[in-house]
């Protein structure tokens, strides 16, 4: 996601910029026609915001920001209750205004970090046990079906006989659950349109368990960490974090 707010402004500043370039002449022949200049469309007028949108605006930059920075899998490592939250919000603010803490950081030093330290240990063995359960549940399922990867899967719909190789490029729906239901990603917030993406550019869960099924199929695949985002996860997805998807392949695109 870009921010929205800032890629306007830099798109306008370019825009000025662009004006501002001297035209190199053209010169026309006395004899030519001169054309008549095309009819301009009309300006498009941008409504002003009402003060209840400008706030809104003001929200979804610092949403767009933040999505973008670590602060998401600081939270996911660290488990901040709402008052830790609104402690952290209070040295962002800080930081943005450009004012120095109120203590001295260094008396915190090793403290801090071992208070840290411990929190993302606490969590990681927890989450960690929430995963191997997980797993032993998806085994004992005998609908599910283990490759010698560690995939495991379930096939909803084989589709189409014509399938994708790992050199093929597709088109997908799909959703993605963490092992405690969380969703981390899917298309349906994004009015369920299919994402385009080559099969080699994907986790390796994801490269063997498209194959598996043709256009208009539907797979659950049960990712391992090993072959998903191991050990140090991405964004909301944990460390070491056995993933669930249900894909739906809607195309198998020519390569680009």
Known sequence: MKYPVLAALAVAVASLHAADEAKPATAVPASAKVAEAPTPPPAKIVKPLTPDQAKQAWTMLGFSIASQSPMPQVNSQLELNDEEI????????????????????????????????????????????????????????????????????????????VKPTAASTVKCRYEGKLVDGKVFDSTKTRNNEPTEFPLSGVIPAWTEGVQLIGVGGKIVLYCPASIAYGEQGQGPIPAKSVLEFEVELVEISKAK
């Open 86 to 161: 609104e402690l952290f919000l209070a040295g962002v603010r800080q930081a943005m205004r450009g004012d120095k803490p109120k203590f001295n950081p260094a008396e915190l030093g090793e403290g801090a970090d071992a208070m840290f330290q411990e929190r993302v240990n606490a969590k990681a063995g927890k989450w960690g046990k929430q995963n191997d359960e997980f797993l032993a549940k998806v085994d004992a399922d005998k609908s599910v079906t283990k490759t010698a990867s560690g995939l495991r899967y379930k096939i909803l719909a084989p589709g189409s006989d």
